[in-house]
């Protein structure tokens, strides 16, 4: 009875996690375009705001109840191919995590050295890493 709960839950976070990790690089579009002080002081409160209220903690739950579902099963999962591949991805998507977290301070500082053409680019990161987690665990290649 607990397994179906943690994967709902797990999924729940996964979802939220990524919500914001497709929309805080694109509140960085919009603030490297800004051209005046306003502007640019919202975008930092919005950025600030999503990536301690929403993104943070999910990411931490995505994590928490994932690591229980492994723990329910280990042997099964550590010799899983495919969990080796998505667990490497998550690794990944949690550096990215930083990254974003990292640039929401240099755009705090007023630091940005990057045009919005470059965070067009850097939003499609997770989308990619989201495709190929989601073939892993359900198609499970191998």
Not at 97 to 112: P, T, Y
Request: proline share 4%; with cysteine; glycine share 8%.
């Amino acid at each position: 009875m607990l397994y179906p709960w943690l994967k709902a839950l797990h999924i729940i976070a996964m979802v939220c996690w990524f919500a914001g990790l497709f929309y805080l690089p694109r509140l960085f579009v919009y603030h490297a375009m800004s051209g005046d002080d306003v502007s640019r002081e919202r975008f930092c409160v919005m950025e600030r705001k999503l990536y301690r209220g929403i993104m943070l903690p999910s990411m931490v739950a995505t994590l928490v109840f994932g690591l229980w579902l492994i723990g329910l099963n280990p042997g099964y999962y550590f010799s899983q191919g495919w969990m080796h591949a998505k667990l490497t991805l998550v690794i990944l998507l949690v550096g990215y995590h930083h990254v974003c977290g990292a640039q929401l301070k240099r755009f705090a500082r007023g630091e940005n050295q990057r045009s919005h053409v470059f965070y067009r680019w850097f939003n499609e990161a997770p989308v990619l890493v989201l495709f190929a987690v989601v073939i892993l665990v359900v198609v499970k290649p191998f």
